[in-house]
């Protein structure tokens, strides 16, 4: 199982049903009106992002069998001493199943997102580490934000 390949993933219908597939090994099942809700909206969304430009879909694949994938959303503000160029990404729902973890799919995953965002010149990466990929980044280099700790607020 140690032979893989990462590609780039265009199709809109499969990006939405591997986010589903994360979401509930996130947070548990969803009722069959809410997965349907799900992957349309998700479907839109990467349909957008992939037409757009601003989304990037990896996936990892050991033979045919799809073993992890990872997504890098391209964001914009204005300049700053931090951002010169004030492009900067989020990289969500990097995913590795379990019968293909602790074989390098994530850090190569991980690296392939990193090298994405050196081509988009993109400042910095952003993302939300779970405890059990936490380990991970911090060996790629990652660290805490500077300027505090993160925050948010639901509307």
Known sequence: MDSFEISQLLDPDLASQLRLTFQIAMSGPLSPTDQNAFVRTNREYFEKGFTE??????VAKSLDEIAGCVVL???RMPPNMYLPSGRYGLVMNMHVYDKFRRIGIGERLMRE???EARRRHMDRIDLKATEMGESLYRKLGWSEPRGGKSMELYL
């Open 53 to 58: 430009g601003f989304v990037v879909f990896f």
């Open 73 to 75: 959303q391209e964001l």
């Open 113 to 115: 997102i990193e090298d």
